[in-house]
C-alpha cells in the first residue's frame, strides 16, 4: 500500500508541504502528470502570452528599487524589514501555520542588526524559518546545493516533526507521496508526486539547471525554478516555504540586491485558490507551462503594486520620528505607536495598551492622556462604553 499525505483543509493543511484545492474531479485529473512525459523539464511558454507583463513587471521593479533608493537610510531599512517579515509570516499562513510577526520581526532585526526595532524573544521555530529566508534572500549570490537545501528543510523542522508527524529531515523523502482531500474511504487524489526513487536525480538535474542556466531571464527563472521544485516535492514536508524560498532567492539576484521592499509570498495567500486552481491545471501538461508563468508575473506585479502603501507607511512613520525627536516619548510609548504604524488589530484603548506593556491599567491611561496632550494620539468620534483613540493624522512634508 502507497503511504499518502492526507490533506484536509479543517485539520492539518502542513501536512503535506504543498496542497491543492479541493476541486471537483475533471477529465484532467485522468491525464499524464507532466513529469511522466520524456524531457518534461523541456520547458516552452509562449511569448505572445507573457511579453506585455513581463515588461509590465520589470518597468515596476525598477520603479520601486528607484523610489526605495531615494529614501533615507532609516527609511528603507524598515521597508526591508517590513517586507522580510511578512514573506516569513505569509509563507508559513499559506501552510495552514500562524506565527507571531513581532517574534519574526525581532529574530530577523537581531540577524540583521536593526537595532530600532523593538526586539522581542523568539522560539526556535520561529528562529529557524527566519535563518532558511535570510540565507535565501541575503546569501542570493552563493550556488544552491543540495546541502544548503537539506539546511534549509532542518532549519524549518528542528524537532523532526510537522505538526503530530514524524517526518524525514534534511534529507529527500524516501516514501510515495499523494495529495489527497475527502472523508475517508472517500479520498480523491488531487497530485501523486515524483517517485521517490526518481527525486535524487530529478533533484540533481534541477540543482545543476539552477546554478548553470545563465542564459534564462532571472525573472522567468524564478517562475520556473517554483514550478519544477513543487512538481519534484522532494521532500516529506515544507516544500511549499522551500519552493517560495527559491524564488525569493532568484528575485534577489534579479535585482542584484538582498533588500526586500515586497514580499510575494503576501500576495500568493491572497491569490491562494488561483494559485492552487493553476498549479493542478498545468501539472497535466506536456511541458507548456504559459498558463502558470503568466499567473506568476501577474501575481507579481500585485505585490509590487501592494508595496506602495506600505512604503507610505513607512515613510509617513520615519517622517513622524523625524517630527517628534525632540519630544519627551518613553519606551512603552514609542512601543505602541510603532505598532499602530506598522500593525494593530482591533480599536486602541487602556486596556490593551496595559496588556500590551504589561502595566497598571492607571499606568497606560497616563500614558495615553499624555501622548493626547503632545498632541499625537486623538479620541475617535466612536460612540460606546469604552474610549478607542488613533494617532492623529498629519501630511508628509
Known amino acids: 500500500m502507497i503511504p499518502t499525505c492526507v490533506e484536509n483543509l479543517s485539520y492539518s493543511p502542513h501536512i503535506c508541504g504543498v496542497y491543492f484545492l479541493y476541486l471537483p474531479q475533471t477529465s484532467d485529473s485522468m491525464a499524464k502528470?507532466?513529469?511522466?512525459?520524456?524531457?518534461?523539464?523541456?520547458?516552452?511558454?509562449?511569448?505572445?502570452?507573457?511579453?506585455?507583463?513581463?515588461?509590465?513587471?520589470?518597468?515596476?521593479?525598477?520603479k520601486i528599487i528607484g523610489q526605495m533608493n531615494a529614501l533615507g537610510f532609516t527609511a528603507k531599512e524598515e521597508a526591508t524589514l517590513t517586507a522580510l517579515t511578512l514573506d516569513v509570516v505569509k509563507s508559513s499562513e499559506i501552510e495552514g501555520e500562524l506565527l507571531n510577526y513581532d517574534q519574526v520581526r525581532s529574530s530577523i532585526a537581531r540577524?540583521?542588526?536593526?537595532?530600532?526595532?523593538?526586539?522581542v524573544k523568539t522560539n526556535r521555530h520561529t528562529e529557524g524559518i527566519v535563518e532558511m529566508m535570510l540565507d535565501a534572500t541575503q546569501r542570493y549570490e552563493l550556488p544552491l546545493t543540495e546541502?544548503?537545501?537539506?539546511?534549509?528543510?532542518?532549519?524549518?523542522?528542528p524537532t523532526g516533526f510537522s505538526?503530530?508527524?514524524?517526518?524525514?529531515?534534511?534529507?529527500?523523502?524516501t516514501k510515495e507521496m499523494q495529495v489527497v482531500s475527502g472523508a475517508m474511504g472517500k479520498e480523491k487524489v488531487h497530485y501523486e508526486a515524483v517517485r521517490h526513487e526518481f527525486v535524487q536525480a530529478e533533484m540533481t538535474k534541477f540543482i545543476t539547471w539552477f546554478n548553470t542556466n545563465h542564459s534564462l531571464d532571472l525573472l522567468l527563472k524564478a517562475a520556473i525554478a517554483h514550478f519544477w521544485f513543487i512538481i519534484i516535492h522532494p521532500f516529506d514536508d515544507g516544500n511549499g516555504r522551500i519552493g517560495r524560498a527559491l524564488t525569493d532567492l532568484l528575485l534577489a539576484r534579479s535585482e542584484?540586491?538582498?533588500?526586500?521592499?515586497?514580499?510575494?509570498?503576501?500576495?500568493?495567500?491572497?491569490?491562494r485558490k488561483m494559485y492552487y486552481a493553476v498549479l493542478q491545471k498545468v501539472q497535466h501538461s506536456s511541458n507548456d507551462i504559459t498558463e502558470w508563468i503568466n499567473w506568476f508575473?501577474?501575481?507579481?506585479?500585485?505585490?509590487m503594486l501592494a508595496t506602495e502603501h506600505t512604503t507610505q507607511q513607512i515613510l509617513k512613520k520615519a517622517a513622524f520620528w523625524t517630527l517628534h525627536e525632540?519630544?519627551?516619548?518613553?519606551?512603552?510609548?514609542?512601543?505602541?505607536?510603532?505598532?499602530?504604524?506598522?500593525?494593530?488589530?482591533?480599536?486602541?484603548?487602556?486596556?490593551?495598551?496595559?496588556?500590551?506593556?504589561?502595566t497598571s491599567?492607571?499606568?497606560?491611561?497616563?500614558?495615553?492622556?499624555?501622548?493626547?496632550?503632545?498632541?499625537?494620539?486623538?479620541?475617535?468620534?466612536?460612540?460606546?462604553?469604552?474610549?478607542?483613540?488613533?494617532?492623529v493624522d498629519f501630511n508628509l512634508p
Open 163 to 173: 505538526g503530530p508527524y514524524q517526518i524525514e529531515v534534511g534529507c529527500y523523502r
Open 297 to 303: 508575473l501577474h501575481c507579481h506585479k500585485s505585490a
Open 111 to 119: 540577524r540583521l542588526g536593526i537595532q530600532s526595532a523593538g526586539l
Open 326 to 358: 525632540k519630544t519627551s516619548i518613553n519606551e512603552r510609548q514609542r512601543k505602541v505607536v510603532n505598532m499602530l504604524f506598522d500593525k494593530f488589530e482591533g480599536k486602541l484603548q487602556s486596556s490593551n495598551w496595559a496588556k500590551i506593556n504589561k
Open 256 to 271: 542584484g540586491s538582498g533588500e526586500r521592499f515586497y514580499s510575494m509570498s503576501s500576495q500568493i495567500l491572497e491569490e
Open 361 to 391: 491599567s492607571d499606568t497606560a491611561l497616563r500614558d495615553i492622556k499624555d501622548l493626547v496632550e503632545k498632541g499625537i494620539l486623538k479620541q475617535t468620534n466612536e460612540g460606546g462604553r469604552s474610549i478607542n483613540y488613533e494617532l
Open 147 to 157: 546541502k544548503r537545501l537539506f539546511g534549509w528543510h532542518a532549519a524549518l523542522f
Open 33 to 62: 502528470y507532466i513529469y511522466e512525459y520524456n524531457n518534461w523539464t523541456d520547458f516552452t511558454w509562449q511569448d505572445s502570452v507573457i511579453n506585455s507583463i513581463f515588461g509590465e513587471v520589470r518597468l515596476m521593479q525598477g
